[in-house]
């Protein structure tokens, strides 16, 4: 029974975001018959309410393999001064592997709406672009797009970055990256994604969005790979 004016799929969506909200990142989810009798409401009410949570980038439904959580947003915080530092090629570092990349686009150009949101900068605003094809001990690991407002290091445009660590060219120009913020969805790769990533058009890929700052807050970095 309903114990609002509010549809009680929606009802049930706020009370499974609670109840997954202690799960960890890709946790699988208890099916559609579990989730009716743990919540006491029917199959065709969980079905919607999952359909919202899907829509909503907080659960992912694989064919044949079932549903996931996938609704954590982690902070990361690396002030403390034993860190292994900020960037895939740092932390992959310090595990003892080793990163390469393949440059596919290096540009100024003004962002799109929501690279500027994630930038918190306006669309008339410049920004430096570099996307790459990232390999891992000679693994493919990832297609990589970084966006920085170019006011912040306008040298970037001139440096190869096929050779070049990013943050550590930026900690060269008094940029510091400080904390990170990444949030990771998992959803259906595009044809330039799949093309790049010897995929097919529609295979799952988990999509990893970073937000960086420096140590007074300010947003230096936005990735997604």
Same mark, same amino acid.
């Given at each position: 029974? &309903? /114990?609002?004016?509010?549809? @009680?799929?929606? #009802?049930?969506?706020? #009370?499974?975001?609670?109840?997954?909200?202690?799960?960890?990142?890709?946790?699988?989810?208890?099916?559609? /018959?579990? !989730?009716?009798?743990?919540?006491?409401? *029917?199959?065709?009410?969980?079905?919607?309410?999952?359909?919202?949570?899907?829509?909503?980038?907080?659960?992912?439904?694989?064919?044949? &393999?079932?549903?996931?959580?996938?609704?954590?947003?982690?902070?990361?915080?690396?002030?403390?001064?034993?860190? =292994?530092?900020?960037? @895939? *090629?740092?932390?992959?570092?310090?595990?003892? &592997?080793?990163?390469?990349?393949?440059? !596919?686009?290096?540009?100024? #150009?003004?962002?799109?709406?929501?690279?500027?949101?994630?930038?918190?900068?306006? #669309?008339?605003?410049?920004?430096?672009? !570099?996307? /790459?094809?990232?390999?891992? =001990?000679?693994? +493919?690991?990832? @297609?990589?797009?970084?966006?920085?407002? +170019?006011?912040?290091?306008?040298?970037?445009?001139?440096?190869?970055?096929?050779?070049?660590? +990013?943050?550590? %060219?930026?900690?060269?120009?008094?940029?510091?990256?400080?904390?990170?913020?990444?949030?990771?969805?998992?959803?259906?790769?595009?044809?330039?994604?799949?093309?790049?990533?010897? @995929?097919?058009?529609?295979?799952?890929?988990?999509?990893? /969005?970073?937000? %960086?700052?420096?140590?007074?807050? =300010?947003?230096?970095?936005?990735?997604?790979?």
């Amino acid at each position: 029974m &309903k /114990r609002t004016g509010t549809p @009680l799929h929606l #009802e049930i969506q706020d #009370e499974m975001i609670a109840y997954f909200s202690k799960f960890e990142y890709y946790s699988p989810l208890p099916g559609e /018959r579990d !989730l009716s009798n743990m919540f006491n409401v *029917s199959r065709p009410t969980i079905r919607k309410a999952l359909e919202k949570l899907e829509d909503e980038n907080i659960i992912v439904r694989i064919q044949g &393999k079932g549903t996931f959580y996938i609704g954590n947003k982690v902070p990361i915080d690396y002030s403390d001064s034993n860190h =292994n530092g900020l960037g @895939l *090629s740092s932390i992959l570092s310090s595990a003892g &592997k080793f990163t390469k990349n393949r440059v !596919l686009k290096q540009a100024v #150009e003004f962002p799109k709406s929501n690279v500027a949101s994630y930038l918190n900068i306006s #669309e008339t605003d410049l920004v430096f672009h !570099l996307k /790459r094809v990232r390999y891992v =001990n000679d693994d +493919l690991y990832s @297609l990589a797009d970084d966006y920085i407002p +170019l006011k912040i290091c306008p040298k970037l445009i001139d440096i190869d970055f096929t050779e070049h660590n +990013l943050f550590r %060219t930026l900690e060269e120009h008094n940029v510091t990256p400080y904390k990170e913020e990444k949030n990771i969805e998992i959803r259906k790769a595009d044809i330039q994604e799949a093309t790049y990533l010897n @995929l097919n058009e529609n295979d799952p890929i988990s999509i990893t /969005r970073i937000t %960086t700052y420096d140590k007074d807050g =300010n947003i230096i970095q936005y990735a997604n790979f």
